[in-house]
């Protein structure tokens, strides 16, 4: 049995900028983000989860 060793590289937890919050929620955007998730909701539909 090996003995558990902590890493001894700690993650980077740099805070960075939220992309949702860093752009107003406005009509054109959401219609935006809805005509680019076409693929998710049309894949989503094929099994039968939407």
């Known amino acids: ?3 558990y060793t902590p890493s001894t590289i700690e993650p980077d937890r740099t805070p960075r900028e939220n992309s949702v919050l860093s752009e107003p929620a ?25």
């Open 26 to 50: 406005t009509v054109d955007a959401c219609a935006r983000d809805y005509a680019d998730a076409a693929d998710v909701r049309a894949t989503l539909s094929k099994q039968g989860r939407a």
């Open 1 to 3: 049995m090996q003995d």
